[in-house]
């Protein structure tokens, strides 16, 4: 269907987030598709693909043509930071947590989270 969308219109942008959680067959069918969409389009230059990814060997051979932009775990590390922060805080006001020991789980969290969200939503929320 995205195939023939693209066929139809000048331009094209395609947003694809988180394509390493998808299964080995699915990603290489989402690979195949994207590939099929630009070979399809008369310049290329008419689709851009906008796509997020962890490293990943399949994902890497295949758009080793690609432009990239590298977003290391550590550029978030702060925003995980502050939002364990808040919620230590609200937490604290529960359970009477002392500030070092706050100031120790928000450490933990961070390093234990790898700058993933998912991990650190999962952590803070169980």
């Not at 990814?53 to 978030?76: C, F, M, N, V, W």
Request: hydrophobic share 40%; net charge positive; glycine share 4%.
């Amino acid at each position: 269907m995205l195939q023939k969308i693209a066929l139809h219109h000048e331009q094209l942008f395609i947003g694809i987030d988180g394509l390493d959680e998808c299964q080995e067959p699915e990603r290489r069918q989402t690979l195949l598709m994207i590939h099929n969409i630009l070979k399809a389009s008369k310049t290329k230059r008419n689709i851009r693909v906008f796509l997020t990814s962890r490293k990943e060997q399949d994902i890497g051979i295949s758009l080793r043509s690609a432009s990239r932009l590298d977003i290391r775990p550590y550029h978030l590390d702060k925003d995980i930071k502050d939002y364990v922060r808040v919620r230590a805080l609200d937490l604290s006001k529960k359970f009477s947590i002392a500030l070092e020991r706050q100031r120790t789980i928000i450490a933990d969290i961070a390093r234990r989270s790898q700058g993933l969200w998912a991990i650190t939503l999962h952590i803070v929320n169980s």
